[in-house]
């Protein structure tokens, strides 16, 4: 195989906690070093974010804007090699020819823009919410009821429930996407061709999951998800998961009518909201979930899935009554 060079671009801020596993896990591929660049753009971090970067040879830029979408972006502006890939601080590469397989369908085909694993690995030492949302295939359980996903979720055996058709190359899927449903691709390890980001390159914000959305904009873009997966270590408790949650929705209230953004969120939420609501009040659909989810995985993380649904609820609700009444921002 011809192999490309790649960009890895790591927004962090205070990231001591997973940075350095998730440097090392990157330094251990069997990918030759020289085609591998990594550039760190830091938000300011007031931690020992920057000195564990430079010990494991990261490039630091600095953040200004703060936020891990401005991060990619101002990554991205240092960036030369063929393909850029997004991973996060808090990510880890679970094998070392974790790149080897990511690049291969981008060497097979050429027309595949970009490529993400189609699974979050789950490791018996990670945090029970790590772990639960690793089953569950996402970090917002809202997304379960919406269908729109795009790691393998143990409750529906899926990858996603969009109807999407893929044709299964052996190592991967492969697939087109154009005008209709489009998953959530774009975040925790997905790699593209440099040109796909080309109108991210002058913008103060890379949004991942937009990438798709502009490119579609030409016609059908083929992608590719590859069957292998990738740790991420999202929360360790019901106060930090709440306080992503809340993150989570401040940036969506903030920025859902920013220009450029694309992905199109409000043609598919609706009916899977009410779904999630109703599922919350009644409880007895979330007890259901949590058995059926048991029964395939026995992990106690899934008696998560219940309070998780309910804290999701809770800070959902509250921030959209604030944003409507206060015009609450995501810095606030």
Not at 217 to 240: D, E, M, P, S, T
Not at 243 to 265: E, I, N
Request: hydrophobic content about 40%; some cysteine.
């Amino acid at each position: 195989m011809n192999l490309p060079s790649i960009s890895v671009l790591i927004p962090t801020l205070n990231s001591e906690a997973t940075l350095g596993e998730c440097l090392d896990s990157i330094a251990s591929q069997d990918y030759p070093a020289e085609l591998v660049e990594v550039i760190v753009a830091d938000g300011g971090s007031r931690d020992e974010t920057c000195e564990i970067a430079n010990a494991h040879g990261g490039r630091l830029v600095s953040n200004p804007l703060r936020t891990g979408e401005a991060g990619k972006a101002a990554a991205l502006r240092h960036s030369s090699h063929d393909l850029v890939a997004l991973i996060d601080s808090d990510n880890i590469l679970p094998q070392r020819d974790w790149f080897r397989r990511m690049v291969a369908p981008l060497v097979d085909d050429e027309a595949v823009v970009g490529t993400e694993p189609w699974k979050f690995t789950r490791r018996s030492g990670d945090p029970a919410f790590t772990r639960y949302c690793a089953m569950l295939g996402m970090n917002d359980p809202v997304c379960h009821f919406i269908g729109n996903y795009d790691r393998m979720n143990l409750l529906t055996g899926r990858w996603t429930s969009l109807p999407i058709r893929v044709e299964d190359r052996g190592g991967y899927l492969i697939f087109n996407l154009g005008s209709g449903p489009m998953p959530t691709i774009g975040a925790n390890g997905t790699i593209w061709r440099r040109r796909s980001l080309e109108p991210w390159a002058d913008r103060d914000y890379l949004f991942d999951i937009d990438v798709l959305g502009e490119l579609a904009k030409g016609g059908a873009v083929r992608f590719a998800k590859v069957k292998v997966g990738i740790v991420h270590i999202y929360a360790v408790g019901l106060r930090q998961f709440a306080d992503k949650q809340r993150r989570r929705v401040r940036d969506y209230l903030s920025f859902r009518r920013a220009t450029g953004r694309t992905y199109p969120w409000e043609s598919h939420t609706r009916t899977g909201i009410a779904r999630f609501v109703l599922a919350s009040v009644a409880v007895i659909p979330l007890l259901i979930d949590t058995v059926r989810g048991y029964r395939r995985s026995r992990d106690f993380a899934w008696l998560l899935h219940a309070p998780a649904c309910w804290l999701t609820l809770a800070v959902y609700g509250s921030e959209l009554i604030l944003h409507q009444l206060a015009g609450r921002t995501r810095n606030q």
